[in-house]
């Protein structure tokens, strides 16, 4: 079975300033993929990033990036630049590449921005 | 951008009685899930569904649960006799591809 372990409940950061996200996962599989989803409080899931298990390149979008660690089993979050408008819940969630393809979700971190 | 929709966003009901949560998925999406999110904890899978069937489910999921694709645009989960532990908030999702899921804003579901 996979599993997604986020070892940081809270954290909190000053705006503007970066911050890195943990996770780690654990599969005997090889082809899946790792996502980051956000959740504010109006409690909707946002995906703010995907990465490719095949891919060694790490993903990228605007102020958001990861560090995908294949061999560790790791994927962390790195937000640059924080705004006031990250402040949220963040669940780093795993999907095998095969069969239903449901989302394994870890237990999230919550990240407060302050100004 | 394509959305997809939850109906209601809050339901309260009564121990043992039945609620359907409806969601309406993105047209051309082919894959359809339900996931759960108990209050403080992290969004737990329930059931996916493709090709008019359900292709796997947790154990979360049972004979209490049931879903449906009735009129080809809607898809509903059923509770049949609520419990008090069902009280969570409900996700429906959707994607073309079963890799990249979009959810909807959820349905909030208190059993009193």
């Known amino acids: 079975a996979q599993t997604v372990t986020q070892s940081q409940p809270e954290m909190s950061v000053q705006e503007a300033e970066t911050v890195t996200l943990s996770c780690t996962y654990d599969?005997?599989?090889?082809?899946?993929?790792l996502f980051w989803y956000k959740q504010p409080p109006s409690r909707q899931m946002i995906l703010v990033i995907r990465q490719e298990a095949y891919k060694q390149q790490n993903a990228t979008e605007n102020r958001f990036s990861v560090n995908f660690q294949k061999a560790a089993k790791s994927f962390s979050l790195k937000i640059s630049d924080s705004q006031l408008g990250d402040t949220a819940m963040y669940f780093c969630?795993?999907?095998?590449?095969?069969?239903?393809?449901?989302?394994?979700f870890g237990q999230g971190t919550r990240l407060t921005i302050n100004p | 951008e394509p959305e997809v929709t939850q109906t209601p966003s809050h339901q309260v009901t009564q121990m043992g009685q039945e609620v359907i949560l409806r969601c309406v998925p993105i047209?051309?999406?082919?894959?359809f899930y339900w996931y759960r999110q108990i209050l403080g904890q992290k969004v737990e899978f329930l059931v996916s569904?493709?090709?008019?069937?359900?292709?796997?489910k947790s154990e979360i999921f049972d004979d209490q649960f049931s879903v449906e694709r009735p009129d080809g645009s809607n898809f509903t989960l059923k509770i049949r006799s609520t419990k008090l532990e069902d009280s969570a908030m409900y996700f429906c999702?959707?994607?073309?591809?079963?890799?990249?899921?979009?959810f909807g804003s959820g349905t909030r579901l208190t059993v009193v």
């Open positions: 047209s051309n999406h082919l894959y």
């Open positions: 569904f493709y090709n008019n069937e359900i292709s796997e």
């Open positions: 999702a959707s994607s073309e591809t079963a890799l990249s899921s979009t």
């Open positions: 599969t005997s599989e090889n082809n899946y993929y």
């Open positions: 969630a795993f999907i095998l590449d095969q069969g239903a393809q449901k989302l394994v």
